[in-house]
């Protein structure tokens, strides 16, 4: 498979995202994108609700929490990643 360059638009908004992004050292999820990329992919439903479920117990024992949830409640809405974010699970339809 051959990725497509970047348009303009997607390195702006990644530079932004980059940019207003905190540094959470103490990340509980660090190293774990697979398992939080599973809770917003259409993964089948048995493996997407055991993702989540680890997902937000990850979250609840995150020294992280607070500084992850202020991030969150900093973006706009449109903005909000999807799937288990700071203790919550965003704008998945199921
Ligand atoms: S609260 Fe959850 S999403 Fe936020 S940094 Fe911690 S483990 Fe990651």
Redo the contacts with the bound molecule.
Sequence with gaps: MVNAPADANTLELLAELAASTPR?DL???RGQWEL?DSTRVRAGRHVLEQGRAE?LG??AQ?P??AA??EWLESLPRRRRPKG????RLIACKF
């Design positions: 959470l990340a509980a999820c939080f997902a990850i979250c995150c992280a929490l992850c949830g288990v974010v700071a203790g």
